[in-house]
């Protein structure tokens, strides 16, 4: 009996990974994006937080400068049908890497226009004729936060110096608790591209 049904039982445990790639094929971007967006964030906010552990603020932003992209990058490399994963705010840090398209500068202007009466948003999605974009709408909802994005006036002047060398164009600052900081983007590529 055993040896009769060992190649079904192998056959089956062999396609099964196929069938959860069949299953996520069929999701929609903005179900395919939200496992993928707090697998994000949660591994950006441990590189930052062993950052800040070895090197407090001052030292972290040499180290978030790099682990940002580097984890951004990372996560379009894994999904060759995403474009680009990144965050997106009116008040950028790295303008570079961070700055909205159109469309999506008018989302955020909404969203912060908004904020106070609706502050835990739902995701959104924007769609162009190239792109499918999933946004995730980020607060400000740990004091780590603000180490680095909280008032200026409490920074350090270590910290103030690293900020002037490797964000000199930083606008990132003045935020309180609970504030909308911008969003989590996830680009998807149309199906037919």
Same mark, same amino acid.
């Given at each position: 009996m055993w040896r009769k049904s060992f190649p079904i039982l192998l056959v089956? #445990?062999?396609?099964?990974?196929?069938?959860?790639?069949?299953?996520?094929?069929? +999701?929609?971007?903005?179900?395919?994006s939200k496992p993928?967006?707090?697998?994000?964030?949660?591994?950006?906010m441990k590189e930052l937080g062993v950052a800040i552990s070895q090197g407090?603020?001052?030292?972290? #932003?040499?180290?978030?400068k790099e682990v940002s992209a580097q984890v951004e990058n990372d996560f379009r490399e894994k999904h060759e049908d995403i474009l680009r994963v990144r965050r997106i705010t009116l008040k950028t840090r790295n303008p570079e890497l961070h700055t909205?398209?159109?469309e +999506?500068?008018?989302?955020?202007?909404?969203?912060? +226009?908004?904020?106070?009466?609706?502050?835990?948003?739902?995701?959104d999605v924007i769609e162009s004729a190239t792109m499918t974009t999933v946004l995730f709408p980020i607060a400000i909802q740990k004091s780590l936060c603000l180490m680095c994005h909280?008032?200026?006036?409490?920074?350090?002047s270590e910290l103030k110096e690293s900020l002037a060398v490797h964000y000199p164009k930083d606008k990132a600052t003045g935020y309180e608790m609970g504030d909308f900081r911008g969003a989590l983007t996830i680009e998807w590529k149309k199906a037919n591209e």
């Open positions: 089956g #445990i062999l396609t099964l990974p196929l069938c959860d790639a069949v299953a996520d094929e069929s +999701q929609s971007p903005l179900e395919r993928l967006a707090q697998e994000f964030m949660k591994t950006l407090g603020p001052a030292g972290a #932003i040499e180290v978030c909205p398209t159109e +999506q500068r008018k989302w955020l202007e909404g969203m912060e +226009q908004n904020w106070n009466e609706k502050p835990s948003p739902e995701p909280g008032d200026p006036e409490t920074f350090s």
